[in-house]
C-alpha cells in the first residue's frame, strides 16, 4: 500500500508514477510520448487502486504441479471509469489495463476559457455529451481526468455522476491538482475519495496549474 494519507488527498506516491509524472511534464516532451506517459501513468494508479483499495480472496487453484492456494482480487467486474473527455482519454487507456472488465462512462465538459474564471475562482463549465452505465450501490467508480484546476469540471461532472447513483467507493483520479480544486471538489463532493500523483503549488490567472504540464489536452491530441 503505497498511497500515503493526506489531509485533502490520497497521493499515489509509487515511484514509476512520480517518474512518469517528471517526464509528461518535461516541455520537451512531444505528442506520443506524452500520450504514451498517460497511458502508462493511468496503469500505474489503477494498479494503486487495486493495491489501496480493494480486498482479494483466497482461491482454490490446480497449477499443472499440485493443488494450491492463490488470491484473486475481488470486485473487479463492479468497476466504473469515467473518461471526461477530451484529456482523459489516453488516462483512461492505461486504468483499462488494470480493469479491463470495467463498464465505462463518458461526459463531454470543458471550461469556457474565453468567459475566464470567476472572483470565487470557478469556471463556467460546458457539458455536451453524457453516456453513463448503470452504477450500482456495489460499485466502484472512479471518476479520471489527469488534470484537476479549479475542480469546476470535476465538480460538474460529479453533479451528472452522482444524479441517480450512490456507488459504494469513488474515486476521483488525477494526475496533477491545484490545491483549489481539491479542495472545490472535497467541499462539494465530501464522500469522494481524492487521488493524483501530485499537489502543485498554485494556479496562474489563467486558471493553469504551475509548475502543472501545460494544457494536457492540446499536447495529448496536438491542438496548439
Ligand atoms: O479543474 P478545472 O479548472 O475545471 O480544469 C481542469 C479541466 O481542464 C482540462 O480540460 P479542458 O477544458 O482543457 O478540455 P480538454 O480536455 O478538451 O482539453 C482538464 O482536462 C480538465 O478537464
Ligand atoms: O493546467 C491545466 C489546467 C487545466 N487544464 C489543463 O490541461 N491544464
Ligand atoms: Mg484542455
Redesign the pocket.
Given at each position: 500500500m503505497t498511497i500515503e494519507d493526506r489531509e485533502e488527498a490520497y497521493l499515489v506516491t509509487h515511484a514509476l508514477a512520480k517518474d512518469t509524472l517528471s517526464k509528461i511534464r518535461d516541455v520537451e516532451t512531444e505528442q506520443v510520448a506524452f500520450r504514451k506517459g498517460l497511458v502508462k501513468l493511468g496503469r500505474i494508479c489503477g494498479y494503486e487502486i487495486i493495491d489501496g483499495a480493494m480486498d482479494t480472496e483466497y482461491v482454490a487453484i490446480e497449477t499443472p504441479m499440485a493443488e494450491t492456494t492463490g488470491e484473486r482480487v475481488k470486485g473487479l467486474d463492479d468497476v466504473v471509469i469515467i473518461n471526461v473527455l477530451r484529456?482523459a482519454t489516453p488516462f483512461v487507456e492505461g486504468l483499462l489495463k488494470a480493469f479491463p472488465r470495467a463498464k465505462q462512462g463518458v461526459i463531454s465538459a470543458g471550461?469556457d476559457e474565453e468567459a475566464g474564471m470567476n472572483e470565487d475562482g470557478e469556471f463556467p463549465i460546458t457539458v455536451d455529451y453524457v453516456k453513463l452505465p448503470e452504477i450500482r450501490e456495489m460499485d466502484t467508480v472512479i471518476v479520471a481526468d489527469?488534470?484537476l484546476?479549479t475542480g469546476s469540471t470535476m465538480c460538474a461532472v460529479l453533479d451528472h455522476v452522482l444524479e441517480d447513483a450512490d456507488p459504494e467507493n469513488l474515486f476521483v483520479l488525477s494526475a496533477?491538482s491545484a490545491p483549489d480544486g481539491l479542495l472545490r471538489v472535497g467541499d462539494a463532493v465530501p464522500e469522494a475519495d481524492l487521488l493524483t500523483v501530485a499537489i502543485d503549488d498554485h494556479l496562474d490567472e489563467n486558471?493553469?496549474?504551475v509548475p502543472?504540464?501545460?494544457?494536457?489536452?492540446?499536447r495529448a491530441f496536438r491542438t496548439k
Amino acid at each position: 500500500m503505497t498511497i500515503e494519507d493526506r489531509e485533502e488527498a490520497y497521493l499515489v506516491t509509487h515511484a514509476l508514477a512520480k517518474d512518469t509524472l517528471s517526464k509528461i511534464r518535461d516541455v520537451e516532451t512531444e505528442q506520443v510520448a506524452f500520450r504514451k506517459g498517460l497511458v502508462k501513468l493511468g496503469r500505474i494508479c489503477g494498479y494503486e487502486i487495486i493495491d489501496g483499495a480493494m480486498d482479494t480472496e483466497y482461491v482454490a487453484i490446480e497449477t499443472p504441479m499440485a493443488e494450491t492456494t492463490g488470491e484473486r482480487v475481488k470486485g473487479l467486474d463492479d468497476v466504473v471509469i469515467i473518461n471526461v473527455l477530451r484529456a482523459a482519454t489516453p488516462f483512461v487507456e492505461g486504468l483499462l489495463k488494470a480493469f479491463p472488465r470495467a463498464k465505462q462512462g463518458v461526459i463531454s465538459a470543458g471550461r469556457d476559457e474565453e468567459a475566464g474564471m470567476n472572483e470565487d475562482g470557478e469556471f463556467p463549465i460546458t457539458v455536451d455529451y453524457v453516456k453513463l452505465p448503470e452504477i450500482r450501490e456495489m460499485d466502484t467508480v472512479i471518476v479520471a481526468d489527469p488534470m484537476l484546476a479549479t475542480g469546476s469540471t470535476m465538480c460538474a461532472v460529479l453533479d451528472h455522476v452522482l444524479e441517480d447513483a450512490d456507488p459504494e467507493n469513488l474515486f476521483v483520479l488525477s494526475a496533477v491538482s491545484a490545491p483549489d480544486g481539491l479542495l472545490r471538489v472535497g467541499d462539494a463532493v465530501p464522500e469522494a475519495d481524492l487521488l493524483t500523483v501530485a499537489i502543485d503549488d498554485h494556479l496562474d490567472e489563467n486558471g493553469f496549474i504551475v509548475p502543472g504540464l501545460g494544457d494536457a489536452g492540446d499536447r495529448a491530441f496536438r491542438t496548439k
